[in-house]
């Protein structure tokens, strides 16, 4: 073997042990990061404070009254006085019929009412006339038997006598068997009139309560039937949220509850009570339909509007907790990473109410444990490692 074989020989194992040492190097390298080495977490630490439960429902603003106003005539529409948007007050004028039809009528009714008087006058002076015939027939009447049955006048006369009588109590009862048809006429010319005059009032719509304009459905000349909606107003003082939760809260649900109310596209929430739950739950989604009233409306809404409401269905005040991010679950049940020694540790704490961020915790945690959480949703903490705080 020549020297510079040897040599080469001699590289090559020097080589392959290099080789050897730096891929054990590069494995215990791996090994102690994936291992030993201290795993970076989200730290927080458990305090005491308020956990709130609250239940989440979606809905519309709706009004307590609202009505869908029209004329219960039929008619055609000559004026409507108000647009959308308008506000408007108790009794206030709102559209009008076209009423020169009605004014002929009304304008005839009060003619016949007076001619029916006038009748009634002129019988009041044949009813005088009568009686006063009827007092001379009588007077005649009476004298004249007197004669007969003395044989002063012949028995003719006063039978005469007794017969004009007649005639005159006929002509009595006549008169006032008319005058009694003119008062009934009069009657029924007045109740002519009265529907006359009626029909004139309910030609102009008039608003039932103070409201807004929020719906306009017919146009001048438009024509109307009984029953068809000309103006759709609303009490905007008197609004509510009709909120759809869900039926799993019912238990917890009750009349006057706080709430908050919310609307897309704003930050500020109003301040609400519970003021009614309903006792039907929807059979395809499972919801509840509740209503929640405002305090103090102080922004301007719509109707129809959506809102977002939450009702706060529980709380307890200086309990012991943590985040509801830092929770986890398995097959046995909810879980936390928390530091015993400088290791993460997996403990099973016993909850109380869950809020929307926060967990009431009864056992198993103490204040001030430092409670660990991944940096990231799809990493996991591996129990007996060291951490370090990210």
């Known amino acids: ?219 001048p000349g438009d024509t109307v039937t009984v029953g068809s909606t000309v103006l759709r107003i609303v009490d905007t003082n008197r609004v509510y949220v009709n909120a759809a939760v869900d039926e799993t809260m019912l238990p917890l649900l009750a009349a006057d509850q706080p709430a908050a109310i919310s609307f897309p596209g704003t930050g500020a929430a109003l301040k609400g009570r519970v003021s009614r739950i309903s006792w039907e739950a929807d059979r395809q989604t499972h919801e509840i339909l509740v209503e929640v009233t405002p305090e103090r409306l102080e922004r301007r809404v719509a109707i129809g509007q959506r809102a977002d409401v939450r009702i706060e269905v529980g709380r307890h005040e200086g309990a012991l907790r943590v985040p509801v991010r830092m929770v986890y679950h398995d097959e046995k049940g909810a879980f936390v990473h928390a530091d015993r020694g400088g290791r993460i540790a997996l403990i099973r704490p016993r909850f109380g109410l869950t809020g929307n961020d926060q967990v009431e915790v009864l056992e198993g945690l103490a204040e001030g444990d430092a409670v660990l959480a991944a940096p990231t949703a799809a990493a996991t903490l591996p129990p007996g490692r060291r951490w370090v705080a990210r």
């Open 1 to 219: 073997m020549t020297a510079s074989s040897f040599f080469r020989r001699v590289l090559g194992v020097v080589r392959g042990g290099l080789w050897g040492v730096v891929v054990a190097a590069l494995l215990l390298t791996a090994a102690w990061f994936r291992l030993w080495s201290p795993v970076r977490v989200e730290v927080v630490v458990v305090d005491r404070g308020p956990v709130v439960q609250e239940a989440f429902g979606r809905g519309t603003i709706e009004s307590q009254r609202e009505a869908a106003v029209g004329f219960d005539l039929v008619g055609r529409l000559s004026a409507v006085l108000v647009d959308e948007g308008a506000r408007v007050t108790l009794g206030q004028e709102l559209a009008r019929l076209e009423t020169d039809q009605a004014q002929a009528d009304l304008r005839s009714a009060q003619t016949g009412v007076g001619a029916a008087r006038s009748s009634l006058q002129r019988l009041a002076a044949e009813e005088e006339r009568a009686r006063a015939l009827l007092a001379t027939a009588e007077r005649e009447a009476t004298r004249m038997r007197s004669l007969s049955d003395a044989g002063v006048v012949p028995g003719q006369q006063s039978d005469e006598a007794s017969d004009r009588l007649r005639v005159a109590r006929a002509e009595l009862d006549r008169v006032l068997a008319q005058r009694s048809e003119a008062t009934r006429g009069i009657d029924v010319a007045r109740g002519g009139a009265e529907q006359r005059r009626v029909a004139m009032v309910r030609a102009t719509l008039l608003a039932p309560f103070e409201g807004l304009v929020t719906r306009r459905l017919r146009e």
